[in-house]
């Protein structure tokens, strides 16, 4: 929960899809640096809902090592996509698209409607979510 409330810092919400989801961790040396939660979208989609790595041991290959893992792991069972919401600005928006996630929608005041206080990054307030897909049929692994 620590790690994942660095990605979403309303534990409520996190509570909210966890039971549905299943979550993945990266440990180095035996230690647990990162964790990352997916959610069934219907039969053959899926959605990230959260990743994150402790801050210490960001910017180190784990977050990248971690999602070309899940994104692996889903093509094997079958899935067609794999959604996930972030904000409209920031690292992590080259972060996913470098794995191949692409932008295909914006959520309007997400962040603002969904969130009982403002959320602040790089001094920024999130406002928009941008919804990036990853399509795996016809991509190369
Ligand atoms: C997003 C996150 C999971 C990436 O994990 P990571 O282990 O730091 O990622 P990597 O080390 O694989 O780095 C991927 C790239 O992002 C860059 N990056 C990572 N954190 C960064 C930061 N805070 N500022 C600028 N760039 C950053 C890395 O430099 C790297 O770029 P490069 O390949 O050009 O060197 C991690 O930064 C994190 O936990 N962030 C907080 C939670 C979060 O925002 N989760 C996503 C919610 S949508």
Redesign the pocket.
């Known amino acids: 929960m620590e790690l994942l409330l ?2 979403d810092p309303s534990e409520q919400k996190v509570r909210s899809y966890l039971s549905e989801s299943r979550c993945f961790v990266a440990s180095s040396d035996g230690v647990l640096v ?1 964790a990352c939660v997916v959610q069934p979208l219907g039969e053959d989609a899926y959605e990230l809902m ?4 402790e801050p210490g ?8 090592a971690l999602l070309k893992w899940v994104v692996d792991f889903f093509r094997e069972e079958g899935a067609q996509r794999m959604e ?1 919401g ?1 904000g409209s600005f920031g ?2 928006l ?2 996913y698209q470098r794995q191949g996630f692409r932008v295909t929608r914006i959520d309007h005041d997400f962040f603002v409607k969904n969130y009982p206080e403002p959320i602040f990054e790089e001094g920024i307030q999130l406002v928009d979510m941008l919804r990036l897909t990853r399509e795996y049929a016809g991509r190369p692994a």
């Open positions: 660095i990605a990162g959260s990743i994150a790595v041991r960001q910017k180190s290959g784990h977050g990248t996930v972030t690292h992590q080259a972060f």
